[in-house]
């Protein structure tokens, strides 16, 4: 069932706990409205080794068709290791509380319990999956060593947030769902309404088009927020040249440097360092 995906690199998928070099290895899952990866991580370099893992995400995506899901390619996968898995919700106290690009019926699940019936094998964790990418790009990335507030967002189906301060993160911001003004002032929207890459295809909108609403949104965030440095991931960032020139918000802003990978890395390396593997207590504790 488990289907790899032709984004691998070479090497190290073997079942064992290490990269060919002697790193520590690491599962990291990152799950969507439409599919799931899943990509075994190199915990020092912070990347993915081997093919990615993908699956089509249960319809619907509730809880246990998930969790069952993502037993059944780790069984494959013989992993017994620590995972982790991003989640494009909000994990408060251990209990989901939003559900946007998921099934409703993710809210109020207690995780644990649920992972705890379904990966009885594995050292299991949750956390936002924005979160997660904010975690790879402050540890491995683009916000590594960097001072201040860093604001990532990732761009997707919906607009994901990290906050970092002087690198640690600040979880569950969710500022896809701030209201701000719209790009010609007519409405106020929650900024994941106004600026997702996913609408650019609905709409039919030019790349030009897409560029300058989240241009617009950032120079709104950044109004209220003042960060040092924006860093934009999602699958839109690997395409940065064509359209950061066009954006004309004060903050610098990078790309994310593990772009759609990020996510899946930064899933594995929260999971791995709670199982005492790596430590990443300078960005998140
Ligand atoms: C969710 C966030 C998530 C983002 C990206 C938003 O709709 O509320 O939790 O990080 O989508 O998946």
Known sequence: ????????????????????????????????????????????SGRV?????????????????VAETIAGVLREMEWTGPVGIALPTVIHKGVAQIAYNIDESWIGTDVEELLSRHLPDNLALTLNDADAAG?????YGAAKGRKGLTLLLTLGTGIGSALLLDGRLVPNS????????????????????????????????TLEEWAARIDSVLRQLEHILWPRLIVLGGGISEDSES???????????????????AGMIGAAAYAAADGGIIDISSVFS
């Open 243 to 261: 359209w950061f020139p066009l954006l004309t918000n004060r903050t610098e802003v990078v790309a994310a440097t593990r772009q759609n990978d």
């Open 49 to 65: 080794l081997g093919e990615r893992i993908y699956v089509k995400t249960p319809s619907p995506s509730t809880p246990d068709a």
């Open 174 to 205: 969710e500022l896809g769902h701030v209201l701000v003004r719209a790009f010609d002032e007519s409405s106020i929207d929650e900024t994941e309404h106004l600026a997702a890459p996913s609408l650019k295809e609905k709409n039919g909108w």
């Open 135 to 139: 975690i790879a790009e402050s540890y």
């Open 1 to 44: 069932m488990a289907e790899g995906s032709a984004e691998g690199t070479a090497a190290g998928t073997a079942g064992g706990n290490e990269a060919p070099g002697g790193s520590p290895i690491g599962v990291g899952i990152d799950v969507g409205g439409t599919g799931i990866k899943v990509g075994k991580v190199d915990l020092d």
